[in-house]
T-cell receptor
């Protein structure tokens, strides 16, 4: 099976702009989670989608949003970008979600730089 | 919510030595504990996981132990090799949530 893919891999934006990142899960996986990775904070959970519904949400401002399509592909959007949003954004997929003790498989990430 | 603490933040060992990374969690309902390895510029990859009905699990040179009473779990790497150098993350989740809460990571450096 093909692994989790993310596009684009690199992105440079300026403050105030918005950005959309895409994640394609492993075929058959219905759960997609998004994480923000920064050197000081490790991996912080943004939100999880399952069957097109947001099932869990982390402690991030409303500028961060997401959605999932019927084919399980997911997008996340960040509006009004701030310098502090510069990070590696990782998505991970699993069949039902890690709450069932399932492995989450990560994509390669999108590195976002906000200038 | 769940909180996972991971120690140490950096660990330097000589090739052939053992390395131990420890994590504690706060939610007694947590029942799944994976460990991920992330090499520079690469995605995190699962190296071993343990569920709450098991106290220890081994896979070749790596092992994980779980103490539910004390709410801590540890990663043990024996006979370390330079290619073990990476950042290691522990995580926890429970059946009430579909997400993982990660520790902040341990940078393991194995010197030849």
């Amino acid at each position: 099976k093909a692994g989790v893919t993310q596009t684009p891999r690199y992105l440079i934006k300026t403050r105030g702009q918005q950005v959309t990142l895409s994640c394609s899960p492993i075929s058959g996986h219905r759960s997609v989670s998004w994480y923000q990775q920064t050197p000081g904070q490790g991996l912080q959970f943004l939100f999880e989608y399952f069957s097109e519904t947001q099932r869990n949400k982390g402690n991030f401002p409303g500028r961060f949003s997401g959605r999932q399509f019927s084919n399980s592909r997911s997008e996340m959007n960040v509006s009004t970008l701030e310098l502090g949003d510069s990070a590696l954004y990782l998505c991970a997929s699993s069949s039902q979600g890690s709450g069932r003790g399932e492995t989450q498989y990560f994509g390669p990430g999108t590195r976002l730089l906000v200038l | 919510g769940e909180n996972v603490e991971q120690h140490p933040s950096t660990l330097s060992v000589q090739e052939g030595d053992s390395a131990v990374i420890k994590c504690t969690y706060s939610d007694s309902a947590s029942n799944y504990f994976p460990w991920y390895k992330q090499e520079p510029g690469k995605r995190p990859q699962l190296i071993i996981d343990i569920r709450s009905n098991v106290g220890e699990k081994k896979d070749q040179r790596i092992a994980v132990t779980l103490n539910k009473t004390a709410k801590h779990f540890s990663l043990h790497i024996t006979e370390t090799q330079p290619e073990d150098s990476a950042v290691y993350f522990c995580a926890a989740s429970n059946s009430g949530y579909s997400t993982l809460t990660f520790g902040k990571g341990t940078m393991l450096l194995v010197s030849p």
